[in-house]
């Protein structure tokens, strides 16, 4: 929540104090965590919301390599759509040189939840195929 009021200058810190200019009605605090989520997400890049799509369906870790080769999308796309969620504190790098993880499980849950029935599927068969040219596959995940 707090990073959601400091993202949207809602707060800002000053030495040891979170200082606000506007009365706490008027804060906009989303009713929900899932809220909060959905807010964050709504911030990043098009591009950083489609890899984080196909990285929950994977499960709370993931594999970079495996994510941009489901993606499509040319690797340095991939890797600063990354550097965008990383920046924003939805994933974090893992002691897994490569692989990443969800920083809450509600911000995977969310993603996942928000794909519609048949880009799952076709993301599951996508993801299928690059784990078989794999040698060493990850697991994929609940979603």
């Known amino acids: 929540m707090l990073r959601h009021l400091v993202e949207t200058g809602a707060l800002r810190r000053e030495g040891e104090r979170w200082i606000s200019d506007r009365e706490v009605a008027k804060l ?6 899932r809220d909060v989520v959905d807010r964050r997400l709504s911030r990043l890049p098009e591009t950083a919301n489609d890899v984080l ?6 499960g709370r ?29 939805l994933v974090r790098e893992t002691q897994t040189p490569g692989h990443l993880s969800f920083s809450h499980a509600l911000v ?9 029935t048949l880009r799952r599927v ?22």
Do not use: M
Not at 28 to 33: F, I, M, R
Not at 108 to 116: A, K, V
């Open 28 to 33: 906009g605090v989303p009713e929900s965590v």
């Open 53 to 58: 799509g196909i990285a929950s369906v994977l």
């Open 61 to 89: 870790d993931f594999d970079v390599a495996l994510v941009a080769s489901v993606g499509g999308a040319p690797e340095g796309v991939i890797l600063d759509a990354l550097d965008e969620v990383l920046h924003a504190r």
């Open 108 to 116: 995977r849950q969310t993603l996942c939840e928000e794909i519609g």
């Open 122 to 143: 076709k993301l599951h068969w996508q993801i299928g195929e690059a784990i078989e040219v794999d040698v060493s596959p990850p697991l994929v995940g609940d979603c």
